[in-house]
C-alpha cells in the first residue's frame, strides 16, 4: 500500500462542473502540497497545508490530519485546469530528514 | 513566490555520453535541493538530496557514479547523467525550498532522451 493515495486516477468533466479530488496518506506529516502539472512537465504548487481550509480562487483545499484525508476542489471547472493533480505529504524520517512523498495524481480533462 | 529554474529543459543525448541538468534558486538560497525522476504515468520519485558544501544523500537504489551531483554554491545544484542509457530517458526535475519554510519550489523540468 503506497504512503499516499490518490483518487480517482483519471478524471473527465464538462466545463462548469465542480470537481473534487482526494487523497488520503498513512504517515504522520508536517504539511500537505496539492501540486499541479502541465503536459509539459512542470509543476506549480496550489496549496501546502497543514489544518484546515485554503482558498485561491476556484480552488479550495482542505485537510483532516486525523482521518489523514485531503480534499482538492475546483469550483466552475474550466477546459484550462486540465493537468496532473499531485498530492504530497512532508514528514520526517530519521535517516534522512524531511523529505516529501507523492501520490501518483489525479489527470483531470475538462471538456468545453 | 520563489523561484526555480531548470536547464535545460529538454536534451537528446547518444549513448554513452553524459548530460548535465542545472537547478537554480533564483531569489533564495537554497541549503538543500532535491532531484526527483518521473517516469511517463507515474509519480515523482526521489533521487537524492542535495546539500550545499557537502556529499549528496542518494536515494536505495540511485547509482551515485551514474547520477553525479554536485552542489557548490547556495543558489546551484548540478545532475549529471553519466555514460547515458536508453533506460535512463526519463524526465528529471528539481526542487529546492527556503531554509525557513516548509513550501517546495519545482524547477520546470528536463525531459531527457538518450539515442
Known amino acids: 500500500k503506497n504512503e499516499v493515495e490518490q483518487s480517482p486516477q483519471n478524471l473527465t468533466a464538462q466545463e462548469g462542473e465542480f470537481i473534487t479530488i482526494n487523497c488520503s496518506y498513512s504517515v504522520g506529516i508536517s504539511a500537505l502540497h496539492w501540486l499541479q502539472q502541465h503536459p509539459g512537465g512542470g509543476i506549480v504548487s496550489l496549496f501546502m497545508?497543514?489544518?484546515g481550509k485554503k482558498k485561491h480562487g476556484r480552488l479550495i483545499a482542505t485537510i483532516n490530519i486525523q482521518e489523514k484525508h485531503s480534499s482538492l476542489h475546483i469550483t466552475a471547472s474550466h477546459p484550462r485546469d486540465s493537468a496532473v493533480y499531485i498530492c504530497a505529504v512532508r514528514s520526517y524520517q530519521e535517516t534522512s530528514g524531511s523529505r516529501l512523498t507523492f501520490g501518483e495524481g489525479t489527470q483531470l480533462t475538462v471538456n468545453p | 513566490g520563489a523561484v526555480v529554474s531548470q536547464h535545460p529543459s529538454w536534451v537528446i543525448c547518444k549513448s554513452g555520453t553524459s548530460v548535465k541538468i542545472e537547478c537554480r534558486s533564483l531569489?533564495?538560497?537554497?541549503?538543500?535541493m532535491f532531484w526527483y525522476r518521473q517516469f511517463p504515468k507515474q509519480s515523482l520519485m526521489l533521487m537524492a538530496t542535495s546539500n550545499e558544501g557537502s556529499k549528496a544523500t542518494y536515494e536505495q537504489g540511485v547509482e551515485k557514479d551514474k547520477f553525479l551531483i554536485n552542489h557548490a554554491s547556495l543558489t546551484l545544484s548540478t545532475l549529471t547523467v553519466t555514460s547515458a542509457h536508453p533506460e535512463d530517458s526519463s524526465f528529471y526535475i528539481c526542487s529546492a525550498r527556503r531554509p525557513d519554510s516548509l513550501e517546495a519550489f519545482f524547477g520546470q523540468g528536463t525531459r531527457l532522451t538518450v539515442v
Open positions: 531569489d533564495f538560497q537554497a541549503t538543500t
Open positions: 497545508l497543514s489544518s
